[in-house]
């Protein structure tokens, strides 16, 4: 399983945006998200952590 990037709750915002779905989950605005946080967001979304690492970049 691929490692997680830290990153912000703002950062993941954008990455969502870009997938272009209509399932937004509820994302808090921490200056660092937890692993598990990031994990279960990526989980509730229906994207796999490698889809979502894409949409990261």
Not at 1 to 17: D, I, Q
Not at 25 to 54: C, M, N, W
């Amino acid at each position: 399983m691929p490692t997680l990037p830290n990153l912000s709750g703002r950062e993941v915002a954008k990455a969502f945006g870009r997938d272009g779905s209509m399932v937004t989950p509820s994302i808090p605005d921490h200056k660092e998200l937890a692993k598990g946080t990031l994990r279960s967001l990526i989980r509730s979304s229906g994207l796999t952590v490698e889809a979502f690492l894409e949409l990261a970049k």
